[in-house]
Structure formats: structure tokens, C-alpha cells
């Protein structure tokens, strides 16, 4: 099946700085990527859409300001925790999509795990 | 509203069968998904169904689906103590391309 790799797969980090996560289709081309974040032991709440080359769609409550994503390729799409506090602490998934409607199949990446002190 | 509820825990002894159940909202999803998370890890997609489908089975695992109650379970065969993990439904409800997840189930296998 397509792989997702995302990395760094933990970083633990001051607060009040700010980290980007990067995620790679490596054998797809994944036209849409979705941004989920976990909080411990709790369900995948998505965060955001982004389709290449246009701006991402936030859901309700999450900060387009303070969660930069950019999907500059077919393949590569990053989110940055911006002045990251430790509320921001949690495991962020990305996934990719192909992009053919309702059958579509969406890959996960491995996943991040963000510390911040 | 789009909740997909499952109960949170189910344990069986090992070589038994594992009944994991979600109910979900929208009755236009078109597939529905289940998901298995190991501890840190990521998710893996282990089966769908297609909406117009009553049942699916793929080796152990079979898949039930009920759309007039909005139901769904996921049955997993002869359970191993490798099946141990955190098992997620998952609905694209209409009009949406990402997914709804349940809560999730944490499944643990005793020996």
C-alpha cells in the first residue's frame, strides 16, 4: 500500500517556540492531506484540509494562526506549531488522499508526538 | 451532528472471538472504516464496507454492517494477544472528504 512518513516522530520543546512537522506521500501523489490531532487517550479530531497549492481549510476552533499548513507539492505538506504552549502538546497525524471521491483510501503517516515544556 | 460513538473497552482471552461495535450518524456515508492504533503508533486501515453492503469478511476479520439502525461491528476471529490495540470506526460523512472517527475501542487480549 502507499506510505506517509512524518517527521520529526517526537520533539519536545520550550514553550513560546515553534515547530514544523512535515509529512511525505513517498509513493503517491496526494492531492489532498489532512491534519488530525490526539489528545491521550481520546479519538482523531481533524484539524485542517489542504489541497496542493491552494489555502488549507480549518476546522471550527483550531487557529489557521497559530497552525501554519502549508501543501506546497503533490507530496509534501507541513504544519507548524506556532508559540507552542504546553496546551499544544499532543500526537498530530497526517494522511493523504488521492483524491477520487467517496472510495477514496487515505494513508496515515506514523504520527508526531509534540512535548512542550 | 456527526458522532460516532463505540464503547471504550473490551477484553476476551485469546483464541476467542471479538465483537467490536460503533454506531454512527450519517446515513449517507457512503463507506464506512475500521482502524487499528497501536500504542504510539499510527493508524491502520484494516477493512471498509461499502454502504450498500450487509457484510464483509476478509480472514478473520468480518464485517457487519446494519443501516437501518446505523450500526456497525467489526468481529475478529481466533483473537490473538497481536490483536491488542485501540480499534477506530470511521464514516466520510456527506459532503466531507475527512474522516469521523468513534471514540474508539481498546481491545485487550489476555493469554
Known amino acids: 500500500g502507499a506510505v506517509v512518513s512524518q517527521h520529526p516522530s517526537w520533539v519536545i520543546c520550550k514553550s513560546g517556540t515553534s515547530v514544523k512537522i512535515e509529512c511525505r506521500s513517498l509513493?503517491?501523489?496526494?492531492?489532498?492531506m489532512f491534519w488530525y490531532r490526539q489528545f491521550p487517550k481520546q479519538s482523531l479530531m481533524l484539524m485542517a484540509t489542504?489541497?496542493?497549492?491552494?489555502?488549507?481549510?480549518?476546522e471550527q476552533g483550531v487557529e489557521k494562526d497559530k497552525f501554519l499548513i502549508n501543501h506546497a507539492s503533490l507530496t509534501l505538506s507541513t504544519l507548524t506549531v506556532t508559540s507552542a504552549h504546553p496546551e499544544d502538546s499532543s500526537f498530530y497525524i497526517c494522511?493523504?488522499?488521492?483524491?477520487?471521491?467517496?472510495?477514496?483510501?487515505?494513508?496515515f503517516g506514523p504520527g508526531t508526538r509534540l512535548l512542550v515544556l | 451532528g456527526e458522532d460516532v460513538e463505540q464503547s471504550l473497552f473490551l477484553s476476551v482471552r485469546e483464541g476467542d472471538s471479538s465483537v467490536i461495535n460503533c454506531t454512527y450518524t450519517?446515513?449517507?456515508?457512503?463507506?464506512l472504516y475500521w482502524y487499528k492504533q497501536e500504542p504510539g503508533a499510527g493508524l491502520q486501515l484494516l477493512t471498509y464496507?461499502?454502504?450498500?453492503?450487509d457484510m464483509k469478511q476478509d480472514q478473520r476479520l468480518t464485517v457487519l454492517l446494519n443501516k437501518k439502525d446505523k450500526h456497525l461491528s467489526l468481529r475478529i476471529a481466533d483473537t490473538q494477544t497481536g490483536d491488542s490495540a485501540i480499534y477506530f470506526c470511521?464514516?466520510?460523512?456527506?459532503?466531507?472528504?475527512?474522516?469521523?472517527f468513534g471514540s474508539g475501542t481498546r481491545l485487550q487480549v489476555q493469554p
Open positions: 494522511s493523504g488522499g488521492t483524491g477520487q471521491g467517496a472510495g477514496e483510501t487515505q494513508y
Open positions: 509513493d503517491f501523489q496526494a492531492t489532498t
Open positions: 489542504s489541497n496542493e497549492g491552494s489555502k488549507a481549510t480549518y
Open positions: 450519517d446515513s449517507s456515508s457512503t463507506y
Open positions: 464496507i461499502f454502504s450498500n453492503m
Open positions: 470511521a464514516e466520510i460523512p456527506t459532503g466531507r472528504r475527512a474522516l469521523t
